[in-house]
């Protein structure tokens, strides 16, 4: 290369946009050597992608530009999302900038925040036999005015209160005719919240003379949920902890993101299934395999041991000596490890196979597996054993490079009550999590999700920096069977309620069953209009049509998947683009708003 001659490298620039037909996207930067807006190309497949090839700019060099949304015909200046800068290298280089105009990350709270709706409201025959009745709050803010019974609750519509204690906050409804007299009354008070870990009832007591001064004539159900700030140095509110959420799924040279379930594969119960990663779900072992083969994120459940120790295990029980199941939080630490690690089972040849202790052997060097991901070879229903590690170790050990979906495991009131444990509160359980992150997650991509709306909740309003994410279970095979979860609740069981949950908790976005989408592919379109992520989870996910289809039909954005060798080979660029290498760039002659 002559001295003096600039070399560049070859960028391609993607980002998403639902916007209305007379809308084009284009980028407004330095190139070539002027300042120009230049307009991109709109996918015909999928119309909220937008990308332009191939555009030369100076390598190892700042280079800023910015996103532009005009008019069609006028080219008049609708929107602008700007200050996006990047840094290419190499010869060729792929920016994906996600979703334009994303919604703004709540503030992490400073207050002890109280969140409060009615799930029911009921009378006695002798109340409802007096005439019709409503239920009246007396809070502006939980403005209920119904008639009695109510019985379909509320799960979406939980009315935020700031307080400085619990003790400082309550709450009142009445029981009143149509005529407006008041019937009966039912007081709630903070001071029953503390610890509180199950919905709060509280009786209708009458003040009606023909009722009985003081008599119970019915009951209210409120469902309340507390969130207490979570303080550590390195939870603070800036623009750039903000910024890092939408800008985390920007950094792959790929459309959609792969995240190996549990590893590089999850382990089934049943031993006669031959859908069995060859390494140990959970294990440091796989995580690192996951790494190898490519794995943008590996997924894992979390949850916590009775001395506050953070396991990684999906089940809420957990195998033990002679046959029996334990409830994992109610174990120690030390004693959940003890469990998991590899032990030789002289009875069962097979199952010594799989359980064999292989440390030694692989812990530093992964074992050398198949080329070709076939989960019908014998060779996949035995499985390598590594030691269990905690997540603390995890966040200390794992490739640095390599990001984490994070699971927050939360059994629902009906399991806890089935299998009479009692699970750690919320609070304590999401705190225990945050502080381990906030002390060893470096840079490390990470997100949240959950199966619980509440987790969910509580973990946007406690920090800003980490996406969170709700998990449905729409078209779930485990929909009726399942009691870990509460079926009932509308905001993982019911798409218009999980939207409306996760843009009011400005969530990044859904984790729904592959069966729903691939059978209801309307409900992608629905919250991608919301600029809102789409991921998948499911058997599905370990068949390649399966995904092609999600991708390039749907427009998922992320699948879990169970088959990572398959996946992270085939989830790169496709051959067959459907965008022209030749394509050319009309400069645009913006028009400001006037």
Request: contains cysteine; charged residues 25%; proline residues 6%.
């Amino acid at each position: 290369m002559r001295k003096g001659t600039i070399q560049n490298t070859s960028v391609t620039f993607q980002c998403q946009y639902s916007g209305k037909e007379n809308e084009i996207v284009c980028i407004s930067g330095k190139f070539s050597g002027k300042y120009r807006s230049l307009k991109m190309q709109q996918s015909s497949n999928r119309p909220d992608l937008w990308l332009m090839r191939r555009r030369p700019i100076p390598t190892s060099s700042i280079f800023r530009y910015d996103y532009l949304v005009l008019d069609k015909e006028t080219n008049q200046l609708l929107r602008k999302e700007t200050e996006h800068i990047i840094f290419p290298t190499g010869t060729d280089y792929h920016v994906s900038d996600g979703v334009l105009f994303p919604p703004t990350p709540p503030t992490p709270i400073e207050h002890t925040q109280v969140r409060v709706s009615v799930l029911s409201a009921s009378l006695s025959p002798e109340a409802s036999a007096t005439g019709e009745c409503y239920l009246l709050t007396s809070d502006e803010r939980l403005t209920v005015h119904r008639a009695l019974p109510l019985e379909e609750p509320d799960y979406v519509n939980m009315h935020r209160y700031d307080v400085d204690t619990l003790d400082s906050f309550a709450l009142s409804a009445a029981v009143v005719r149509a005529s407006g007299e008041v019937v009966a009354r039912a007081h709630f008070h903070g001071v029953e919240m503390h610890d509180l870990q199950e919905n709060v009832v509280r009786p209708f007591v009458s003040v009606d003379e023909r009722l009985g001064i003081g008599a119970v004539i019915g009951s209210l159900v409120l469902r309340c949920v507390v969130i207490y700030p979570f303080v550590h140095a390195g939870n603070r509110h800036d623009s750039l902890r903000l910024h890092l959420q939408s800008e985390q799924f920007k950094q792959f040279d790929h459309t959609t993101i792969d995240i190996g379930h549990r590893g590089i594969g999850a382990q089934p119960r049943s031993k006669s299934c031959l859908r069995r990663a060859p390494i140990a779900e959970n294990t440091l072992l796989g995580f690192t395999k996951a790494a190898e083969l490519g794995a943008d994120y590996v997924e894992f459940d979390v949850q916590m041991c009775r001395d506050g120790a953070l396991v990684l295990h999906h089940d809420l029980l957990t195998p033990a000596p002679h046959g029996l199941l334990v409830p994992v939080c109610s174990l120690l630490g030390s004693q959940f490890l003890d469990l998991q690690k590899p032990q030789r089972n002289t009875d069962d040849e097979s199952d010594n196979l799989v359980r064999v202790h292989s440390s030694i052997e692989f812990s530093s060097t992964p074992p050398s597996l198949p080329e070709k991901g076939s989960f019908t070879d014998t060779v996949y229903s035995l499985a390598v054993r590594d030691d269990p590690v905690t997540f603390e170790e995890l966040l200390k050990r794992a490739p640095p490079g390599l990001g984490f979906d994070i699971e927050i495991k939360y059994a629902s009131r009906r399991w806890q009550m089935e299998n009479c444990i009692r699970f750690p509160e919320r609070n304590a359980l999401i705190d225990g999590v945050l502080q381990a992150i906030f002390d060893h997650g470096g840079n490390r991509r990470m997100f949240f999700s959950s199966f619980d709306p509440d987790v969910c909740m509580m973990l946007q309003q406690k920090q800003s920096k980490y996406p969170v994410f709700q998990l449905s279970l729409l078209g779930a095979p485990f929909f009726n069977s399942n009691t870990d979860v509460d079926h009932e609740d509308t905001r993982v069981s019911n798409l218009d309620a999980s939207l409306h949950f996760a843009l009011h908790e400005n969530l990044s976005g859904l984790i729904e069953h592959t069966s729903f989408i691939l059978a209801h592919p309307e409900a992608a379109i629905k919250i991608k209009h919301e600029h809102l992520h789409l991921f998948t989870y499911g058997m599905a996910n370990a068949d390649m049509e399966s995904i092609r289809k999600q991708i390039e039909e749907i427009g998922v954005d992320a699948v879990i998947s169970d088959n990572l060798f398959d996946v992270a080979r085939n989830l790169g660029p496709s051959e067959e683009e459907e965008f022209s290498d030749e394509e050319t760039f009309d400069a645009v002659e913006v028009r400001p708003v006037i």
